[in-house]
């Protein structure tokens, strides 16, 4: 995030430039994870911050892929944000305690 908000200028926290991005792109959402810091979405009205579900982790290979398949699974079956970012979280958190690529 940080390279990116240097790379287009935009200064401020990571809640600023999300809304900076949102906004600059025309994005309906936005969603950053942040490895074992958890995950942040931004829709244009609710910032989620959901944190990491705990786990012994054993490898990280594929965390943000088992993200964002946990999250879209939520929201096509029409759970809210606040579910999605959760299951995202929990599906992150099983693939790291896994070892290698899943």
């Known amino acids: 995030l940080t390279v990116i908000a240097e790379m287009l200028n935009i200064s401020g926290d990571a809640k600023n430039i999300l809304a900076n991005l949102k906004n600059r792109f025309n994005l309906q959402s ?3 994870t942040m490895g074992a810091e958890g995950s942040i979405f931004y829709n244009g009205d609710i910032f989620i911050s959901q944190p990491v579900i705990p786990c012994q982790v054993v490898d990280t290979v594929g965390c943000g892929d088992a993200f964002l398949a946990g999250w879209c699974n939520a929201v096509l079956n029409g759970q809210s944000a606040e579910k ?3 299951a995202g979280s929990e599906l992150s958190s099983l693939i790291a305690s896994q070892i290698g690529a899943m």
């Open 84 to 86: 999605a970012m959760s």
């Open 30 to 32: 936005i969603i950053l």
